[in-house]
């Protein structure tokens, strides 16, 4: 049955067309993913407050939306698609590996910048590349096929990390993490392929964002005020760890918040096709409410749970919930609204809405937690990503196909 499955898909041509974009990101994930498990315990250990990590991945994410927003643009130049992705990536890997030169959390912050920017301003031209690559009836299954490569690296990475953090120092973890990040540009370059005719005259930058559908900029709205309260996984890992810390000391509690990180994103993966394949049959938007539903509760539970090892791998299965649904959707739906002449400018303004918000709640709840606690935090964020839910909740379903024009 498996087999036939597969020979379907084959002669479907999507997943010959998303392999190459799978791959790319199943070697980028395992890369930055597996700093990112190790960045709570190495910031600790370079003497760093709580703060230190909300304000990194804060300003990292907001430095990346930005960037989302050049990128979108350059991204309707067909010709640039390409050559931007595989810089976006090559950059991204050399920065993980700059993490172990740091001997301050100044440092990580600079290479974490940087590394974001490039993830940033690659990943509308990637997008919109993927997108092109299928038909309009596969492309839930090619965002989720791709977001569960994405996420399988962000299994291994973090597994990799914890195996690593119990045999050597920490800082070895982004060593290692430096080749598979290299090796991502290279799997970009070598097996995709535009998917569009690379001499279309590009849709100058201000009038695509003026062509933005209406639709989309409501959709646009929900996803915003949402993203203010989404807070990056990396304080989930903190989460754990301060809770574990008491009961089973520094060290076990680092390696049992990596390892939930790790079943998080297991989730993440596992689920991300199965989401997509269901896009391409129902309305991806009312999916989303669901997806959106969950990271509210998950939200709600960080501000709740306590040192309970069952209970911290709820949360993390929720936290994992939410992505599947989060990631996967908001690239079909934009994928459906927007044109394709346009689409470039489309996936950017995405990105940098999700990066604003991204900047909003990574830095609000390390802000909060430190001055208050993480009970207070963790509400205000779930408030936030309520708001969201219910603003897409109330709009209108989501085009079945994509505008051609």
């Not at 309260?229 to 990396?234: C, I, L, Y």
Request: hydrophobic share 55%; charged share 15%; glycine share 12%.
């Amino acid at each position: 049955m498996w087999f036939e499955k597969m020979e379907g898909m084959k002669r479907n041509g999507w997943l010959k067309g998303v392999l190459g974009f799978g791959l790319a990101s199943f070697l980028s994930d395992a890369s930055h993913e597996a700093a990112t498990a190790a960045m709570p315990a190495f910031l600790a250990m370079l003497g760093a407050a709580p703060v230190a990590l909300g304000v990194i991945e804060g300003v990292a994410d907001g430095l990346s939306s930005f960037a989302k927003l050049a990128g979108g643009g350059l991204a309707n130049r067909p010709s640039w698609r390409k050559p931007l992705t595989v810089l976006g990536y090559l950059i991204t890997g050399l920065s993980t590996g700059a993490y172990a030169l740091a001997t301050v959390w100044g440092h990580v912050f600079l290479a974490r910048g940087a590394g974001w920017f490039a993830k940033g301003f690659r990943g509308p031209a990637r997008d919109a590349m993927l997108a092109d690559s299928v038909r309009d009836e596969d492309r839930g299954k090619a965002f989720g096929f791709h977001r569960a490569m994405d996420t399988l690296g962000a299994i291994v990475g973090p597994a990799g990390a914890a195996v690593l953090v119990s045999v050597s120092e920490v800082r070895s973890v982004f060593v290692w993490a430096l080749i598979p990040g290299v090796l991502a540009a290279l799997a970009i370059a070598v097996f995709t392929k535009p998917g569009v005719d690379e001499k279309a005259p590009p849709v100058p930058f201000w009038k695509s964002v003026r062509d933005l559908p209406s639709r989309f900029r409501v959709f646009l709205g929900a996803v915003f005020f949402f993203g203010m309260g989404d807070f990056a996984r990396s304080l989930l890992i903190l989460r754990a760890t301060e809770l574990l810390t008491p009961s089973m000391g520094a060290t076990t509690a680092a390696a049992l918040a990596m390892g939930l990180y790790v079943f998080h994103n297991a989730v993440y993966s596992a689920l991300s096709f199965p989401v997509g394949w269901l896009a391409d049959r129902v309305d991806p938007q009312r999916l989303l409410v669901i997806g959106y539903v969950i990271g509210v509760a998950t939200a709600a539970m960080a501000a709740l749970t306590g040192p309970s090892l069952v209970s911290l791998a709820v949360l993390f299965l929720l936290g994992g919930l939410t992505l599947a649904f989060e990631d996967t959707l908001e690239g079909v739906i934009t994928s459906a609204e927007v044109p394709k002449a346009i689409r470039g400018t489309g996936f950017g303004v995405l990105a940098s809405v999700n990066g604003v918000g991204d900047l909003v709640s990574s830095s609000l709840v390390g802000i909060l937690w430190a001055a208050t606690g993480p009970l207070v935090a963790f509400t205000v964020a779930a408030g936030l990503c309520l708001v969201g839910t219910v603003m897409l909740a109330v709009s209108g379903p989501a085009r079945r196909n994509s505008p051609s024009a």
